[in-house]
C-alpha cells in the first residue's frame, strides 16, 4: 500500500517527490481563496442587511479562515522548497491546535491529537491540575503551569494554612536544568526527577539526603523526612499509568468535542469524575498498601467507618 | 427550593410523590460518587462565570434548568461514559441519575417524555471555558485538601496522549484503522496454525 509522508518508527518509505507535488497543486488550487475570502469580507463590510451581530460573527470566521489558509501555505512552501518545519505540522485544516503525537509504542504510525499534562499525588491518584497545551511542546515546558494551579488551590483552601507542595516527581523527559533551578526557587525538592536510567533509591542514606538539600539549596526550608518522603514517592509508571488508565476509561482517550475548548473542557470533567471516584475510595479506605503507608506518614485522615454518611448539600 | 423552581415545568405531575433520596441506598455507587463533589461551590462558580460572560438582559422566559443538573449530568456522563441522548434518557428513568443531579423529590407522571433535552446539555457546555474547568478542579481539589483526604506535599507529573475523535475522518486515521483491523483478522500466533499445515 502507498502511503504519504513517513511512520514515526519504522520502515516506512518517504515519497519526497509525491508530497511536493501534491503541495504544488494544492497551492495552485487555494490561491484563489484568499481574493475570494477579501472580497467576501468587503461585501460583508458593506451588507445593510445585516445586523451588526451578524456582521461581527461572519468577520471573525473570514478571519480566522484566512488565517488558517496562511499557517497551511506556511506549511506547504516549506515542504515544497524541502525545508523543515518550523513547529509540528498542521494535521486539520479545521483545528490547527491538532498536533501530531507519539504514543511510545515502536512500530506504530504518528497520531494526531492532543497531549494532556496532569499533576497528581501518587499515594491516592487525586488529581490536582491538568494542562491541555496547543500542539505538542516539550514535557518540561508543562511542569510549571502545573504547580502554578496546585498552589491556586492551596490559596483555596482556608482550614489548614500549612500546606505546601514539597517535592515533584516525574519521568526522564522533565530531567531540565532550568526547570529544576525554577523549582528549588519555589522551594521544592526535584529528586523524584531522574537524571539517568538509573532507578532513584528508595531509602537514601544521610549522606544522600545531605547531598539532595545541598544540591537544591534548601537546608533551611525542607527536612531530612521531606527528602526521605520524596524519594520514597517518586515517579512510578504503574501508579501514573493506573491514574491515565482511569482517565482514558473516563473518556479522556478519544476527544470528541469540538476544538481546544472542547477538549479542555472533555478532559476536564473526565478529571472531575476520576476525583470524585477516588474520593469515594478513599472513604472506602479501598487503596493500595503503599498508599496506605504513604498516607499514614503524612498523617492523612483514615475515614472512619463509625462515622454517620450524611449528603453534605 | 430554587432548583424546585426551574424545575417546575417537569416535577408538577399528577401522580404520586417519590422521595429520590428514600429509595437510593447509601450504598449505591453513583450516590456515594456523587456525595464527594462540593456541589454549592462549584454551582456558584459556574453561575458566577456565566453571570460574567453571559449576562442576559431580562428575566423574561421561562426559567432555565438549574446548573446543578448540568454540571451533574455532564460529569455523569463522563463517569457513567454514556452519550448526551443516553444520558438525558437516564435522567427520566434512574432514580440514581436523579438523586446526583441534586433532586430529591418527584412526582410519577407518566406522559412525560423528558426531563432535560440533549440540546441543553450541549449548550450548556458550549458556555464552560478554560478558566472555569481549572476553577472547577481547584475548588474539588481544595474540599479534598480541607477535609484532609488528600495532601499537595509529594506530586507526580506527567503526559499522556489523546487521540482525536472521529468529527472528521481524515486519510491518516482511516489508514492507522485498517491496519489495526487487518492486524486483528490475522491468526493470533504462528505456532497455532503449524499443526494444522503439518496435517
Redo the contacts between chains.
Sequence with gaps: MRRFGRQCRGQGKVFVSLVRQTETQLLATGQAVVGLARAAQECVRGAAHLTEDQQGRWATQLTGALAAHHQIVTQSRRLTQGKLLTQCKIVNAYDPTIAPICKGKSNCPTQFGRKPGLIAEPASGFIFAFALPVGNPADPSYVVPLVDKVQTAIAHVAGRPTLAIHSVAGDLALNDSKLRETLHGRGILTVGIPQTVEPLTPAPTPEEIRTVLHEAGLHHQRTPHQVQLACASGYSRPVVESIIASLLCRGAARITYKGHRGAIVQIGMAVLAHNAATVRRIHQDRLSTRAQKFRRLLRLKRHNVNEFNVPKN | MRLLRHLQHWLTGQGFHIAV?DFVP?TH?VR?????????ALVAAVDRSFAQRFPTPTARGRAPVATRVLLAL??????L?CSDEQICSQLRTDLAVMYAC?IREVRVERSQGHFVLPEGLAQF?RR???AL??E???????A?????????????????????????V????T??KA?KKSSRSLPTSPSSALPRARR
Excluded: C, I
Design positions: 433520596a447509601e455507587p456515594q460518587w456523587a456525595d464527594t463533589f462540593p456541589w454549592v455532564e460529569l455523569l456522563k463522563h463517569e461514559h441534586g457546555r464552560l471555558d478554560a474547568m481549572d472547577l478542579l481547584a475548588l474539588q481539589a481544595a479534598a485538601m480541607e477535609q484532609g483526604l488528600v495532601s499537595p506535599a509529594h506530586l507526580v507529573v506527567d503526559t499522556f496522549p489523546s487521540e482525536q475523535g472521529s468529527q472528521r481524515n486519510d491518516a486515521a489508514l492507522y491496519k
